[in-house]
């Protein structure tokens, strides 16, 4: 089973940071997390700075494109932890967070061959933020950086050399709820060509399971 817990291996060898460009633009108005369906969420309903969240998926893939040819890491689950760092609710401001852990488990190729796949994430710089959207309750959560901050995905298969990708923004949509859902859909990261391949789309359906029920709401 592949699995790595963000922030606590001394092989890193890259950094995720978050805070999407896309979600600058969809957080212009106020953003609160809720525990109700409200158009303005109720101060006693709005969850708090510290409020631990997380989202598991069922099978999910990673697909990799080599010149015209597509190769395909499935992964019957993963998992995306975090924390709240502030409750939102001011006008144009987000909830912001920390990602604590981003795991792969059990990846493969098709043939049945193991592969290493992880999201390799640092504390320092990392930023993650929960915007509404018009769509209220539901919003997105948005990861972005820049340079070695970059959201960044490392996969190496078999024998294979290990091949990073790279994006300077993930955006996530929310779909709030009892159970809230968070889906990558074709998430595309760029690589380095050759044997690695130029993109790989990150796809996979999310489901909170804490905090729940979570929407996403004005404040």
């Known amino acids: ?73 499935e992964c019957p689950s993963s998992r995306i932890r975090g924390k709240t760092l502030t409750a939102g609710g001011g006008i144009g401001t987000p909830v912001e967070a920390r990602l604590e852990e981003v795991v792969f488990m059990e990846c493969h190729l098709p043939s049945g061959t193991g592969c290493e796949d992880v999201w390799l994430a640092g504390s320092e710089s990392q930023q993650t933020r929960f915007a509404t959207t018009a769509e209220a309750p539901n919003g997105t959560l948005s990861v972005s950086g820049s340079g070695a901050a970059e959201p960044s995905i490392g996969i190496r298969c078999g024998t ?44 996979g359906t999310y489901k909170f399971v804490e905090p729940k029920p979570l929407y996403i709401s004005a404040s």
């Open 160 to 203: 294979e050399s290990q091949c990073v990708f790279k994006t300077p923004s993930i955006v996530f949509d929310v779909t709030g709820g009892e159970e809230a859902t968070l889906v990558a859909e074709k998430e595309k990261l760029n690589g380095s060509g050759g044997i690695c391949g130029k993109t790989l789309d990150w796809t």
């Open 1 to 73: 089973m592949t699995y790595l817990k963000i922030l606590s291996s001394s092989a890193l060898l890259l950094v995720l940071a978050a805070l999407a460009s896309g979600a600058l633009a969809s957080s212009a108005g106020a953003t609160v997390l809720c525990n109700v369906n409200a158009g303005a969420c109720p101060a006693p309903n709005k969850y708090p700075s510290e409020t631990k969240f997380k989202a598991v998926s069922g099978a999910m893939t990673l697909t990799r494109t080599l010149e015209g040819v597509t190769l395909t890491v």
